[in-house]
Protein backbone atom coordinates (compact mmCIF):
# COMPACT_ATOMS: atom_id res chain seq x y z
CA UNK A 1 0.00 0.00 0.00
CA UNK A 2 1.15 3.42 -0.86
CA UNK A 3 1.96 5.68 2.22
CA UNK A 4 -0.37 8.71 2.03
CA UNK A 5 1.93 12.19 2.17
CA UNK A 6 1.20 15.50 2.77
CA UNK A 7 3.22 19.14 2.86
CA UNK A 8 2.48 21.16 5.18
CA UNK A 9 3.44 24.60 6.16
CA UNK A 10 2.80 25.65 2.45
CA UNK A 11 3.39 29.84 1.92
CA UNK A 12 4.11 30.03 -1.67
CA UNK A 13 2.58 29.03 -5.08
CA UNK A 14 6.18 27.21 -6.19
CA UNK A 15 6.05 25.51 -3.28
CA UNK A 16 2.87 24.29 -3.68
CA UNK A 17 2.97 23.40 -7.23
CA UNK A 18 6.47 21.28 -6.41
CA UNK A 19 4.53 19.34 -4.00
CA UNK A 20 1.32 18.82 -6.36
CA UNK A 21 3.86 17.87 -9.00
CA UNK A 22 5.76 15.52 -6.93
CA UNK A 23 2.71 13.70 -6.38
CA UNK A 24 1.42 14.86 -2.79
CA UNK A 25 -1.77 13.32 -1.42
CA UNK A 26 -2.26 16.80 0.78
CA UNK A 27 -1.21 20.12 1.25
CA UNK A 28 -1.27 22.39 4.07
CA UNK A 29 -1.62 25.90 5.10
CA UNK A 30 -0.39 27.37 8.60
CA UNK A 31 -3.78 29.84 9.89
CA UNK A 32 -2.60 29.56 13.48
CA UNK A 33 -0.89 32.45 14.90
CA UNK A 34 2.83 32.36 15.96
CA UNK A 35 4.96 30.05 13.04
CA UNK A 36 7.19 30.97 10.65
CA UNK A 37 4.45 29.44 8.48
CA UNK A 38 1.48 31.01 8.63
CA UNK A 39 -0.38 32.95 6.23
CA UNK A 40 -3.19 35.37 5.89
CA UNK A 41 -6.58 34.17 4.94
CA UNK A 42 -6.02 35.86 1.44
CA UNK A 43 -2.80 33.95 0.83
CA UNK A 44 -4.15 30.67 1.59
CA UNK A 45 -6.84 31.33 -0.80
CA UNK A 46 -4.81 31.44 -3.50
CA UNK A 47 -2.80 28.38 -2.98
CA UNK A 48 -5.90 26.46 -1.81
CA UNK A 49 -7.57 27.43 -5.21
CA UNK A 50 -4.13 26.40 -6.85
CA UNK A 51 -4.15 23.12 -5.93
CA UNK A 52 -6.27 20.35 -8.19
CA UNK A 53 -9.67 18.37 -6.92
CA UNK A 54 -7.73 15.37 -5.89
CA UNK A 55 -5.53 16.80 -3.63
CA UNK A 56 -6.71 17.10 -0.25
CA UNK A 57 -6.72 21.09 1.18
CA UNK A 58 -5.27 21.31 4.72
CA UNK A 59 -5.93 24.14 6.69
CA UNK A 60 -3.49 24.15 10.32
CA UNK A 61 -4.80 25.69 13.98
CA UNK A 62 -3.16 25.59 16.90
CA UNK A 63 -5.83 26.90 20.56
CA UNK A 64 -7.97 28.93 18.80
CA UNK A 65 -11.76 29.46 19.18
CA UNK A 66 -13.94 27.04 17.27
CA UNK A 67 -16.01 29.74 15.51
CA UNK A 68 -12.58 31.69 14.62
CA UNK A 69 -11.37 28.07 12.71
CA UNK A 70 -14.92 27.19 11.37
CA UNK A 71 -14.60 31.11 9.80
CA UNK A 72 -11.01 30.75 8.22
CA UNK A 73 -11.36 27.41 7.51
CA UNK A 74 -14.68 28.69 5.24
CA UNK A 75 -12.77 32.12 3.90
CA UNK A 76 -9.83 29.83 2.97
CA UNK A 77 -11.47 27.05 0.88
CA UNK A 78 -9.58 24.25 2.86
CA UNK A 79 -11.49 21.30 2.79
CA UNK A 80 -10.21 19.66 5.80
CA UNK A 81 -8.95 20.92 9.75
CA UNK A 82 -6.07 20.07 11.51
CA UNK A 83 -6.54 20.80 15.14
CA UNK A 84 -3.36 21.34 17.05
CA UNK A 85 -3.91 22.34 20.13
CA UNK A 86 -6.27 21.14 23.58
CA UNK A 87 -9.49 21.18 21.60
CA UNK A 88 -11.98 18.90 23.16
CA UNK A 89 -14.16 16.39 21.43
CA UNK A 90 -17.11 18.72 21.03
CA UNK A 91 -14.68 21.32 18.88
CA UNK A 92 -13.70 18.34 16.58
CA UNK A 93 -17.48 17.69 16.25
CA UNK A 94 -18.41 21.42 15.90
CA UNK A 95 -16.09 21.36 12.83
CA UNK A 96 -17.06 18.20 11.50
CA UNK A 97 -21.06 19.60 11.56
CA UNK A 98 -19.39 22.91 9.71
CA UNK A 99 -18.67 20.48 6.76
CA UNK A 100 -15.21 19.79 7.26
CA UNK A 101 -13.06 16.96 7.84
CA UNK A 102 -10.81 16.93 11.45
CA UNK A 103 -7.43 16.06 11.71
CA UNK A 104 -6.63 15.57 15.04
CA UNK A 105 -2.66 16.36 15.99
CA UNK A 106 -1.67 15.43 19.09
CA UNK A 107 1.97 14.55 20.30
CA UNK A 108 3.24 10.96 20.67
CA UNK A 109 3.69 11.16 24.44
CA UNK A 110 0.57 12.58 25.01
CA UNK A 111 -1.33 10.10 22.71
CA UNK A 112 0.42 7.14 24.51
CA UNK A 113 -0.79 8.73 27.70
CA UNK A 114 -4.67 8.68 27.03
CA UNK A 115 -6.98 6.18 27.76
CA UNK A 116 -8.67 4.19 25.33
CA UNK A 117 -12.12 5.80 26.28
CA UNK A 118 -10.69 9.46 25.64
CA UNK A 119 -9.23 8.57 22.57
CA UNK A 120 -12.74 7.25 21.65
CA UNK A 121 -14.51 10.43 22.54
CA UNK A 122 -12.73 12.77 19.63
CA UNK A 123 -13.90 10.93 16.47
CA UNK A 124 -11.46 12.81 14.04
CA UNK A 125 -11.68 11.62 10.95
CA UNK A 126 -7.84 11.21 10.44
CA UNK A 127 -5.01 11.22 13.82
CA UNK A 128 -1.95 12.74 13.61
CA UNK A 129 0.95 11.73 16.38
CA UNK A 130 3.54 14.67 16.48
CA UNK A 131 6.48 15.47 18.44
CA UNK A 132 5.39 18.15 21.20
CA UNK A 133 6.87 21.13 19.65
CA UNK A 134 4.98 20.55 15.93
CA UNK A 135 6.85 22.45 12.80
CA UNK A 136 10.17 22.77 15.15
CA UNK A 137 11.63 20.08 13.31
CA UNK A 138 12.45 17.72 16.22
CA UNK A 139 12.18 14.10 16.12
CA UNK A 140 10.62 12.23 18.99
CA UNK A 141 11.65 8.55 20.46
CA UNK A 142 9.29 6.15 18.51
CA UNK A 143 10.10 3.57 21.02
CA UNK A 144 6.92 3.84 22.75
CA UNK A 145 4.79 3.56 19.15
CA UNK A 146 6.74 0.95 18.49
CA UNK A 147 5.63 -0.74 21.64
CA UNK A 148 1.68 0.30 21.28
CA UNK A 149 0.94 1.66 17.92
CA UNK A 150 -3.30 3.21 17.25
CA UNK A 151 -5.02 0.29 16.56
CA UNK A 152 -6.52 2.78 13.27
CA UNK A 153 -4.79 4.44 10.29
CA UNK A 154 -2.80 7.44 11.72
CA UNK A 155 -0.07 10.05 9.91
CA UNK A 156 3.32 10.49 11.42
CA UNK A 157 4.90 13.60 11.54
CA UNK A 158 7.35 15.18 13.73
CA UNK A 159 11.31 15.73 12.43
CA UNK A 160 10.66 13.56 9.11
CA UNK A 161 13.54 14.90 6.52
CA UNK A 162 13.93 12.81 3.13
CA UNK A 163 16.90 10.71 4.72
CA UNK A 164 14.93 9.41 7.64
CA UNK A 165 11.44 8.82 6.44
CA UNK A 166 11.61 5.54 4.61
CA UNK A 167 13.48 3.99 7.66
CA UNK A 168 10.63 5.31 9.96
CA UNK A 169 7.47 4.25 7.50
CA UNK A 170 8.87 1.27 7.61
CA UNK A 171 9.60 0.61 11.17
CA UNK A 172 6.65 2.20 12.38
CA UNK A 173 4.06 1.61 9.90
CA UNK A 174 1.59 4.86 9.40
CA UNK A 175 -0.81 4.79 7.55
CA UNK A 176 0.49 8.35 5.95
CA UNK A 177 3.38 10.65 6.41
CA UNK A 178 2.99 14.67 7.31
CA UNK A 179 6.22 16.86 6.82
CA UNK A 180 6.90 20.82 7.11
CA UNK A 181 10.77 22.11 8.12
CA UNK A 182 11.94 18.48 6.94
CA UNK A 183 11.48 20.34 3.55
CA UNK A 184 12.80 23.47 3.96
CA UNK A 185 16.21 25.35 2.67
CA UNK A 186 15.31 27.76 6.13
CA UNK A 187 12.97 28.11 8.46
CA UNK A 188 9.63 28.88 6.41
CA UNK A 189 11.07 28.16 3.48
CA UNK A 190 10.12 25.61 1.15
CA UNK A 191 12.86 23.97 -1.23
CA UNK A 192 10.98 22.09 -4.08
CA UNK A 193 14.12 19.60 -4.73
CA UNK A 194 13.61 19.08 -0.80
CA UNK A 195 10.28 18.15 -1.27
CA UNK A 196 10.35 15.69 -4.78
CA UNK A 197 12.99 13.34 -2.26
CA UNK A 198 11.13 13.27 0.57
CA UNK A 199 8.02 12.01 -1.35
CA UNK A 200 10.22 9.89 -3.35
CA UNK A 201 11.63 8.55 0.10
CA UNK A 202 8.07 8.36 1.67
CA UNK A 203 6.90 6.03 -0.83
CA UNK A 204 10.07 4.38 -1.50
Avoid: N
Avoid at 48 to 55: G, I, L, S, T
Avoid at 89 to 102: E, I, S, W, Y
Avoid at 120 to 132: G, I, K, N, P, S
Wanted: glycine share 8%; hydrophobic share 50%; aromatic share 4%.
Amino acid sequence: MTTWTKICGLSTAPALDAAVEAGADAVGVVLAPGSPRTVDVDTARALVARAPEHVETVGVFRGQPVAEVVALARASGVRTVQLHGDEAPADVATVQAAGFRVVRAVSAAAYAAETEEARAAFHEDLLLLDAVDPGAGAAFDPAPLRASPPSRDWILAGGLTPQTVAALVADLKPSGVDVSSGVESSRGVKDPGLIRAFLAAARG
